[in-house]
């Protein structure tokens, strides 16, 4: 029997999960397909309970609909409580499961990827949408000595951070005109400015000596990026996010983690 899973967004047709997910079954030898599924702006749950009538067993849920698949779930990971969202959801006898799987992605690209430990890092984290709620958690759990939200309104930045239960990493939320001065070991873009080619209104000082600027975003040198490689900073976009926060939602399916590193440079060949 071939058990059928999906990534559902809207829009969704450059969405790479089906040949990553495709990829990993080959890998580990599983019975599954995997397709990509466009659901409407405004009905995204009867999408979701279609595919349930189908016989799926789960969906990927890509943007605008983390916090709707959230709401949807019956039962919520602790990453899927922290976050607020979720990007995995498992149909099961006990209703559907939510996940969230991004920030694992995230921390394991740069910590084994990109072989930079957050541990006792100054960090900072740009944005205080899904994408950086998704993250947060996990990077607090990688014990950083010091994090820092910010973001292009402030208020959001630290409504944010009001959220967090303390920790004995120093967390700050601020304005990106705050920024003036201060300097960071890993600074990641976790905003969408990226996708209209926006330059992002920090300093040059956030990126310190020796310092790793990641973009979530993926398949384009952004503005972020081209800035941080200015100062000299490392610079690594999103791809092997991507394909970890895949990986860590395939092991929840399947029971079996498959191995990331020949689909990224397969990936990282093509782009």
């Known amino acids: 029997m071939t058990d ?5 967004g809207n ?3 450059h969405s ?4 990553i997910h495709t990829e990993f079954a080959k890998q ?8 990509a599924i466009l659901a409407p702006l405004d009905d995204f749950a009867a999408t979701v309970q279609a595919l349930i009538q189908q016989g799926y067993k789960g969906v990927n849920v890509t943007v605008p609909f983390k916090f ?3 709401a949807l779930a019956s039962q919520h990971s602790a990453r899927a409580i922290a976050a607020g969202a979720a990007n995995t959801l498992s149909f099961t006898d006990l209703g559907i499961l939510a996940d969230n799987t991004d920030g694992a992605g995230l921390v394991r690209d740069i910590q084994d990827n990109q072989h930079c430990s957050f541990a006792g890092k100054r ?4 944005g205080a949408g899904g994408a950086a709620e998704g993250v947060l958690q996990p990077i607090l759990a990688a014990q950083p000595s010091l994090l820092v939200i910010s973001n292009r309104s402030l208020d959001k930045a630290q409504a944010m951070l009001s959220k967090v239960t303390p920790t004995q990493t120093q967390l700050h939320a601020c304005a990106f005109a705050d920024l003036v001065g201060q300097a960071f070991d890993v600074v990641i873009n976790a905003t969408s400015a990226g996708l209209n080619d926006s330059q992002l209104a920090i300093p040059d000082s956030v990126f310190a000596s020796n310092c790793l600027a990641y973009d979530m975003m993926y398949g384009r040198e952004t503005p972020f990026m081209q800035q941080a490689k200015r100062c000299g900073a ?8 991507l394909v970890e926060q895949a990986a860590e939602a395939f092991a929840i399916w399947r029971g079996v983690r498959p191995n990331t590193q020949t689909l990224l440079l397969t990936l990282r060949t093509a782009l």
Not at 123 to 126: F, G, K, N, R, S
């Open 123 to 126: 960090v900072l984290l740009i």
């Open 11 to 13: 829009p969704i047709a």
């Open 28 to 35: 580990t030898a599983q019975a599954m397909d995997y397709q």
């Open 68 to 70: 709707a698949a959230f």
């Open 234 to 241: 490392t610079v690594a976009d999103g791809l092997g996010m």
């Open 4 to 8: 059928h899973y999906a990534v559902i």
């Open 16 to 19: 790479k999960s089906p040949l």
